[in-house]
T-cell receptor
């Protein structure tokens, strides 16, 4: 069965970076885009960008350009999202999700990143 | 960017009654080539990841109970939960994936009255 398993929660200091992983299984990793979505505490869903696991191509909204990097390792079917220059309001749960023609059909369990002094 | 606006922000419904959530997009999400609306509905229960419920505006994802239904086309959409059950307490989001960036509504919280 399709699964996306993310790395564990982290506490980071302002100004540092965090790298979250998302390991896919149960399907052809290079066949589907992976998206990253952020959810601040008590808030809604915010799209952060996608990576094409086949080509490595990426797309980010202007808000995150220059601060987010998305990469992948096809040998381990893992996608990565790195967010730099962390600020207090980057505290959130970060999700990876698989894109299908029908929407985001499978989601990771989420990774809580807490930015704290 | 396409703005998705849901209404209401929250609603309380008695068990066994109907819950109706509306979603309006600032631009049409109907792809004329295949006549499909690129509009999805997600359910997020407390402490869980979002789950795809409805896609192409009105098609239930596999395993989703038939008390969940979606309707609408173009810019106006509705998610209906008939015969509300306790396990349906959640936040529901609409999303358009017709254009980049994909955008979500702000969410509608469904509670038991």
């Amino acid at each position: 069965q399709v699964q996306l398993v993310q790395s564990g929660a982290e506490v980071k200091k302002p100004g540092t970076s965090v790298k979250v992983s998302c390991q896919a299984s149960g399907y052809s990793f290079t066949g589907f885009y992976i998206h990253w979505v952020r959810q601040a505490p008590g808030q809604g869903l915010e799209w952060m960008g996608w990576i094409n696991p086949d080509s490595g191509g990426t797309n980010f909204p202007p808000k995150f350009q220059g601060r987010v990097t998305m990469t992948r390792d096809t040998s381990s079917s893992t996608a990565y999202m790195e967010l730099s220059r962390l600020e207090f309001d980057d505290t959130a749960v970060f999700y990876c999700a698989r894109e299908h023609s029908t929407g985001f059909d499978f989601w990771g369990q989420g990774t809580l990143i807490t930015v704290s002094p | 960017d396409t703005v998705m606006t849901q209404s209401p922000d929250s609603l309380a419904v008695s068990l066994g009654e109907r819950a109706t959530i509306n979603c309006k997009s600032s631009q049409s999400v109907l792809y004329s080539f295949n006549n499909k609306n690129y509009l999805a509905w997600y359910q997020q229960k407390p402490g869980q990841s979002p789950k795809l419920l409805i896609y192409w505006a009105s098609t239930r994802e596999s395993g989703v109970p038939d008390r969940f239904s979606g309707s609408g086309s173009g810019t106006d959409f509705t998610l209906t939960i008939s015969n509300l059950e306790a396990e349906d307490v959640a936040v529901y989001y609409c999303q358009q994936h017709y254009s980049t960036p994909p955008t979500f509504g702000q969410g509608t919280k469904v509670e038991i009255k």
